[in-house]
């Protein structure tokens, strides 16, 4: 069987990509946030403020039996955003405090418009699970705010 140099080329440009999906999907599927959907419980409440007013979002995100908080990661909420721009945030990074076996986040924010807005964002985590396995996940943060006048 006669292959053209061009032919053998395409081969292995294929074999090349196919096993960098491959390996990406791997690793995408080890990084899943769900991955470790029990190591914390989170209690986050809606938030209701006069518009243009200051107020604070709470948000604890307790550790479950069987793991601690790796207090030494950098544990924040980042990304936050509202849907419809009626919540305007004083930081676009919240860091945790430990308070016992729980981070607190205390999100300053005001409403912008009156009405109910959906904010969300990125809780950055890091637990210990047995005695030497450290995890970094990522958790979602779903909220609502909403403005009075």
């Known amino acids: 069987m006669f292959c053209t140099r061009a032919a053998v080329t395409r081969l292995f440009c294929g074999l090349a990509l196919a096993a960098l999906a491959a390996s990406a999907g791997v690793k995408a599927a080890a990084e899943e946030p769900s991955a470790f959907p029990s190591a914390y419980d989170l209690q986050v409440s809606d938030v209701a403020a006069k518009v243009g007013e200051p107020a604070v979002m709470r948000a604890t995100l307790r550790v479950r039996d069987g793991y601690r908080i790796l207090k030494h990661y950098n544990n ?58 450290m995890y970094m996940v990522s958790l979602r943060l779903i909220a609502n705010v909403t403005g009075t006048e």
């Open 76 to 133: 924040r909420v980042i990304e936050l955003t509202s849907f419809d721009d009626g919540v305007a945030f004083e930081q676009r990074m919240v860091p945790a405090t430990l308070e016992e076996d729980s981070l607190v986040f205390e999100v300053p924010l005001h409403a912008t418009k009156p009405g109910k807005h959906p904010i969300n964002g990125v809780f950055r985590v890091g637990f210990i699970q047995g005695t030497d396995n």
